[in-house]
């Protein structure tokens, strides 16, 4: 057992692709993600707690009802992903050859559902997107604007994988969904969340990320990124399992070396961006009292902040993350000062973190919020959610 989790935490890069013309409503072309894993994880655990409801309460705070009551939030023609932790059954669809799919639950932690949710939510948060785990919200949605990601236990029925999906089958409409497979990738909390993202992405149209040499050769399916660390870089259609920060790429894909892919911009052919949060100049400031969350979402976005200091304080720019080392950001932060009259004082950047901090003395200040290329990323796919505040 011990040698067989260790094994699914190895997670290197290899794809087998396989075209289908069986499908009921589509031509479709098959996504199989085996991750490269030599030897899965074939061992499935106990049960674990796991309370739906708290992760709702989690992803969605204040005033909340039964989920048997939930009313949908209107999604104003939002497109939704479902996360689906609970067991279904798959009927219907392109999968269905061989009849009905009974997919047992995810067997996941209510504290590992709640990681994986807040990951997956920042990676597509600045896409008019809704990632939701409430079965009632994406009933709600367009079914031409939907897909279901069905992450369980259950994997005989397809075979050894680490995820699997129809690419282009966002928008077909008759509920088929994409599937990543817990168990046998040994219930990692990171391996799950980066697998969700990245099946949802080829439903949306994106292809892996590959990697090739100088003259044009395969080297990888998968393209693994660059660096260690905090600010160790890999692309979400790539291998993220190793690295913290994960992002949308512009690079060549699967099909050829001068194929070059534009993941933000095909995600955005579908279902368009969220509008800016922030002004991009200081003469239209948000006045920052003590905290303000805010997103990242173009590669050149600036969100600009005003203060008025009466004492010293320290500015604090943090990506969003789940943990220590700015675990599952997106954004390599810079931190532009302003003095009173506009002029640019301080620049802020920390090449070895994804955050910045600086102490101010008592004074009139404007901010400018923005990403920063490091060793190992550009900033084209640097985009997600963070926070600006004073202490």
Known sequence: MRKLLIAGFALLAACNKSVEKQAIYHPTEKEICSFGLTEFNLTKRAPVTYDEFAVRRKSNPGPTVPPATTVPPATTGSSVILLDFNGHVVSGTSWNSSGDINCSPANLTTEAVSEIVERVTNDYSEFNIIITTDEAVYNAANTLKRMRVVITESWEWFGQAGGVAFLNSFTWGNNTPCFVFSSLLSYSTKSIAEASSHEAGHTLGLRHQSSYDANGVKIS????????????WAPIMGVGYYKNLTVWHNGPNSISSTTIQNDVTIITS?????MDDYTNTT????????????CIN???????????LSAPKNVIVTPFNVGIGNSGANVDLLLKIYNGQGNLIS?????????VTIALDAGTYYFSVSTIANQY???????????????
Request: aromatic share 8%; hydrophobic share 30%; net charge negative.
């Open 221 to 232: 399916e998968y393209n693994y990124g660059l660096g260690a660390g905090e600010t160790g």
């Open 270 to 274: 579908l279902v368009g961006l969220k």
């Open 283 to 294: 003469s239209q400031a948000v006045s920052l009292s003590s905290s303000l969350d805010g």
């Open 298 to 308: 173009n590669s050149s976005d600036i969100d600009c902040f005003s203060v008025n």
């Open 347 to 355: 620049t802020v950047d920390n090449p070895s973190t994804l955050n």
């Open 377 to 391: 990323a550009g900033t084209y796919g640097m985009l997600g959610k963070y926070n600006i505040s004073l202490n």
